[in-house]
């Protein structure tokens, strides 16, 4: 298998994902304190929209990489 079909492969994957999930949420730390024996962190939930356009566009680039890198010998 080429390296354009496995990355043709992992876009449409992707693309699906994004299509059916939407969004993807992750926890950063954000802030940290010690204050004698008292240790302080704060963590933040951030959220990130995946839009439409971009998963359907991973989609369609991946199958092009799939015709493409098919058709070479």
């Not at 204050?35 to 962190?41: A, I, N, R």
């Not at 989609?59 to 092009?64: K, Q, S």
Request: aromatic fraction near 6%; charge should be negative; charged fraction near 20%.
């Amino acid at each position: 298998m080429t390296v354009t079909r496995i990355l043709g492969i992992l876009l449409i994957i992707a693309g699906t994902a994004g299509l059916i999930y939407g969004d993807f949420s992750f926890t950063k730390e954000t802030h940290q304190a010690e204050l004698g024996p008292l240790e302080l962190e704060l963590q933040e939930k951030e959220t990130v929209q995946v839009p439409t356009w971009a998963g359907a566009g991973a989609i369609g680039v991946g199958l092009i990489l799939l015709l493409v890198g098919g058709r070479r010998r």
